[in-house]
């Protein structure tokens, strides 16, 4: 369901924070070079009181060499805010990681729903 780079982010989520309190995560294209996959992601924690606790997540996928398969991912706290504002927050935390490319809603439907990691097959 979801590519093996936004799988490893879903799967590290998971282990730091409650699916059912992960509201919502933006998907940037991945950027492939020198044999790896680049990703990010922003991920909208709700928090107490209608606000939310943006991530930013950064993926590396090898993609070729004995090294082929792995991933590094890493999980960001970078911003609090009130719903009204996360669209102007995802578009900071895209402009300071020097992304390029529209970030794409990822539906979580199955990512709630059970304990699998919704990787493609």
Known sequence: ??????ARVLDA?????????????????GVRR???????????????????VVY???YVLHL??????????DVEETAEAPAELL???IEGVRR?????????VVDLAHWHADGGDGRAV
């Open 87 to 89: 669209p102007q927050v």
């Open 56 to 58: 930013r997540a950064r």
């Open 34 to 52: 020198e044999g790896r996959e680049h990703g990010l992601a922003v991920i909208c924690r709700r928090a107490a009181e209608g606000r939310y």
């Open 1 to 6: 369901m979801y590519g093996e780079g936004l």
């Open 96 to 104: 300071r990681a020097d992304e390029a490319g529209d970030a794409d």
């Open 64 to 73: 070729k060499g004995q090294d082929r398969g792995k991933a590094q991912v």
């Open 13 to 29: 989520v998971a282990e730091r924070m409650p699916k059912a309190e992960v509201e919502s995560v933006w998907s940037f294209p």
